[in-house]
């Protein structure tokens, strides 16, 4: 199965904080932000501008988005992905919401994973 995917425009921050905090409003813009709450931690991935020097944060990720929406029943779409990233040596951060997924690459990778997915027959657009 080919599967397009999309590179988002805005540079990317996983940020790590205590677990049961208020989410601070920096981490509420941008074309994309996920939360994710534990017992142990809360996790934000929002827009790397917008995330304070002193938060404890790992900068610099590039969103890809598997254009969808994504039925629940097909399998295997992640794996589809992530196989060629990491034959290629790219780590990757995954995300997903109810309509798709999303794979987060640092931009240092960001060239060779677009050249890793398309190798593999996965072509990749820029949205502006």
């Known amino acids: ?18 677990a049961g905090g208020d989410i601070p409003p920096w981490a509420m813009a941008g074309s994309l932000r996920s939360i994710t709450w ?14 304070p020097e002193d938060v404890r944060a790992e900068r610099g990720w590039r969103a890809l988005v598997i254009d969808g929406p994504l039925d629940f029943a097909l399998t295997g779409i992640l794996a589809q992905i992530a196989h060629p990233l990491a034959d290629a040596g790219i780590p990757i951060f995954a995300l997903s919401t109810f309509d798709t997924d999303y794979v987060l690459v640092k931009d ?5 994973a677009i050249n890793a997915l398309g190798e593999a027959g996965h072509p990749v657009q820029s949205i502006p």
Do not use: H, Q
Not at 9 to 14: G, K, R, S, T
Not at 42 to 51: F, L
Not at 108 to 112: G, H, N, V, Y
């Open 108 to 112: 240092s990778d960001l060239k060779r």
């Open 38 to 51: 534990t017992k142990d931690e809360t996790s934000i991935v929002c827009r790397a501008t917008d995330v």
């Open 1 to 18: 199965m080919v599967l397009t995917l999309k590179l988002l425009p805005d540079p990317l921050a996983v940020c790590r904080l205590p």
